[in-house]
């Protein structure tokens, strides 16, 4: 490893951290992946890799590349942008895959849709006062769980 | 000094990020459901694409990371795709 050869303390003990930060942290995401117990817990456990696993080991390959190279070496951010771009598409996407088919299969422990406010009911009081154009949810229902 | 502080801590995070690899193959391999094995394949694609980060940094080329970015857009790529192939039976519509 020639490019190690003569680094800096300062750059080589945030470089270290960061990458001992980084590796850590997605090594205990997928622990939790295998040890949780619902799908739905599960799905919230690689993210800690796919945040500051990802950050961490992309901000230690910039300060050491920056160094290495006679110039700053920034092209990790478009590897970062994508990976906390994406990451929450497709676990939203994955969520509501698993949510429609426990619905379908017609668990217990999974919340029913909501049932939309009818288009014609409400038409004679609704413009002009401000009114939340959202359906009003079921008064005995938790609605941040809710599919719309 | 630096030299030696450097490479434990890139030995390191190789062992984890290939122990975390392990544990997503695991959880792809034996998840009850298929939502639990796209959820282990798609977290298989990031550690992958870190674990290449960080052979980037070891080697010193710039190739690894293309590499990682190449596993990264289709990591995502095919979460989508399964995802969707989950909720509707079919990819394309």
Do not use: N
Request: charged content about 15%.
């Amino acid at each position: 490893m020639k490019h190690l050869a003569d680094l800096p303390l300062w750059i080589g003990v945030p470089v270290a951290l960061l990458l001992v930060i980084g590796a850590t942290l997605t090594l205990l995401g997928t622990l939790g992946l295998v040890r949780l117990r619902s799908f739905y817990d599960r799905l919230h456990a690689p993210t800690l890799g796919t945040s500051w696993g990802a950050a961490a080991t992309l901000l230690a390959s910039m300060i050491l590349f920056s160094w290495t190279e006679v110039r700053a070496a920034v092209h990790e951010l478009v590897l970062g942008v994508l990976v906390m771009v994406t990451t929450p598409v497709t676990l939203m996407l994955l969520g509501r895959a698993a949510l429609h088919r426990d619905r379908a299969e017609g668990h217990k422990d999974v919340p029913p849709a909501v049932a939309r406010e009818r288009e014609t009911s409400g038409t004679d009081g609704r413009a002009g006062q401000g009114a939340s154009p959202r359906p009003a949810l079921q008064p005995d229902s938790p609605g941040i769980f809710m599919d719309r | 000094m630096t030299e030696t502080l450097i490479t434990w801590a890139i030995a390191y995070a190789q062992f984890a990020l290939a122990v975390a690899a392990c544990l997503a193959t695991v959880r792809a391999l034996r998840g009850p459901r298929a939502q639990d094995r796209v959820l282990g394949l798609d977290t298989l694609y990031v550690t992958a694409m870190l674990l290449f980060v960080v052979t980037g940094i070891r080697v010193g080329t710039p190739f690894f990371f293309e590499a990682a970015m190449v596993i990264g857009v289709m990591g995502f790529v095919a979460t989508v795709a399964l995802a969707k192939f989950l909720i509707r039976g079919e990819v394309i519509e």
